[in-house]
């Protein structure tokens, strides 16, 4: 129906440059993208009869959500867990325009082209927002990795301790040689489940090697104390030692730390960076915003590896966010049944280790972080902008600027929901924000100009899932010209010749 409308999205707070601003942004009917882009609010007249103009004000117009890790888990049986219809269904819910999916849960896992193609086949048709695909490194299959970068995947991701699911098994210190050695002049991204047992956790025996309880618990299995206990920092601190050990090996790689838990691994990593190793760690919404404290024994709705630490852990970890060292928050999206998951109080060793949080990132950040000081330009930055960069997207997506996807989220801060089945859009309706009131709302999705979903409305059913594979190469920002045109600092010249030019020669896409 505006398929062959101009788009004009405006609002008097709208993130833009890294800053907030009043903001009116012009959307190509035919290509989705934003082709203009004005930091003050025009009025609706300016524009050509048959345009659609929307004015937010003063709800808050940000870039859609980059969310660089979650687990969707289709094909094969654990689909059941999670899939892309679901899964995307509630990204689009919360704002979240993009996903990248993890090479690990689905069957077969994505560690060859063969796999990744049956996973795209998968996901085609399925999918309410963008989705990119991550490959997997596991032991013996270096010979797939460069084949797979061909194939578009956006990164790579490997374990250093057992995953959990026997078809990803964990790469010894020669396994990543061999994969830094096949990937060193690749444009790709290397990423570590950085958690690995020291050795002086092999004192303790046999159970140590008991798959996802790698120190035998000491105390009641169902107390979350005994589980933090048995995955201490050491574990990402002793990791972190061995990937940074192993950088010389391919020093023009960039390496990445997912879900980093523990602050101790923080002054390591900036160690590294200064000594000019190319690594970057990101955290994820439930280890900032929930504590070990606030963990009632038996919840194991809370369990997943690395673990939630305690309070300090987690102001220690905001801080890292504001000082830079730490760049993205992403989900870490891994829901399983109820079953598995042991709901209704359990056994933190047998319960299936993961969280379910997409679609709800934005307003967990927002209800934490704003009794920190952090404002939404910086959670944008840190779920979008910096998202985006580490998958090799931006230039595309993660920012409102010209050439860049209409991805756009519409944010009213200031108003509050309780987190009920209702506002659970994965597959199975469990996870610990559950009951919590959490405040700010995302009031609509817009994925490449299109509105997909209106909190009024709910989902676009008629247009379905218009979500697009990304399975091109990575790029850069500076593969796209973004300019921004700031009409109060024109002449008013300028500022018709632009104003016709948004509505007669939209078609024209500058670059
Ligand atoms: N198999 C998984 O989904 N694992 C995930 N599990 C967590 N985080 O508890 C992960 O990313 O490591
Ligand atoms: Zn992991
Ligand atoms: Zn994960």
Known sequence: ME??????????????NGKLTPAT???????????????????????PAGTVCKDYSPKVLMPGLVDAHVHLNEPGWRTEWEGFETGTRAAA????????????????????????????????????VDVGFYGGVIPGNDGDLKDLVREGVRGFKCFLIDSGVEEFPAVS?????????????????????????????????????????????????????????????AFETYALAEIV??????????????????????????????????????TCFHYLALAAEDIKDGDTRHKCCPPIREKANSDGLWDALKDGLITTVVSDHSPCT?????????????????????????????????????????????????????VGLLGRKGKIAVGYDADICIF???????????EMHFKNKITPY???????????????GKQIYSKDVGFDEAAGPLGALLLEKRQQENETVAITTTLSDSSEDLKTSSLNAAGTVLEVLPN
Not at 3 to 16: D, E, K, R
Not at 100 to 125: C, F, H, Q, S, Y
Request: a negative charge; one cysteine or more.
């Open 338 to 390: 109820p079953n598995l998951k042991l709901v209704g109080g359990g056994d933190f060793f047998q319960a299936w280790g993961g969280i379910s949080t997409v679609g709800l990132g934005l307003s967990v950040l927002w209800t934490e972080g704003k009794k920190r000081g952090v404002d939404l330009v910086q959670i944008s930055k840190w779920t979008s902008e910096e998202t985006a960069r580490q």
């Open 173 to 233: 210190t020669e396994d990543i040689a061999k994969a830094m050695t096949a990937l060193k002049d690749e444009d790709t991204l290397l990423m570590f489940h950085a958690e690995k047992l020291p050795p002086i956790s092999l004192s303790v025996g046999d159970a140590v090697l008991h798959g996802d309880a790698p120190l035998a618990p000491a105390g009641p299995l169902e107390s979350y104390s005994t589980f933090l206990a048995s995955r201490p920092p």
């Open 434 to 448: 559950e009951d919590k009131v959490l405040d700010g709302i995302v009031c609509e999705t817009w994925l490449r």
């Open 25 to 47: 942004i012009i959307i190509s009917p035919s290509t989705g993208k934003i082709i203009n882009v004005y930091t003050e609010l025009l009025p609706e007249n300016s524009f």
């Open 3 to 16: 398929s062959s409308q101009t788009t004009v999205l405006a609002s008097s707070n709208a993130i833009v």
């Open 245 to 282: 050990n192993s950088a010389p090996v391919a020093p023009n790689l960039p390496l990445h730390i997912v879900h980093l838990s523990a602050v101790q691994c923080l002054p390591m990593l900036k160690e590294a960076q200064e000594k000019g190793v190319k690594i970057t760690a990101e």
């Open 412 to 422: 009213d801060p200031e108003t509050s929901f309780k987190v009920t089945t209702s």
């Open 93 to 128: 819910f919360g704002g979240v325009t993009t996903v990248v999916d993890m090479p690990l849960n689905a069957i077969p896992p994505t560690t060859t082209v063969e796999n990744l193609n049956l996973k795209v086949n998968a996901a085609r048709g399925q999918c309410w």
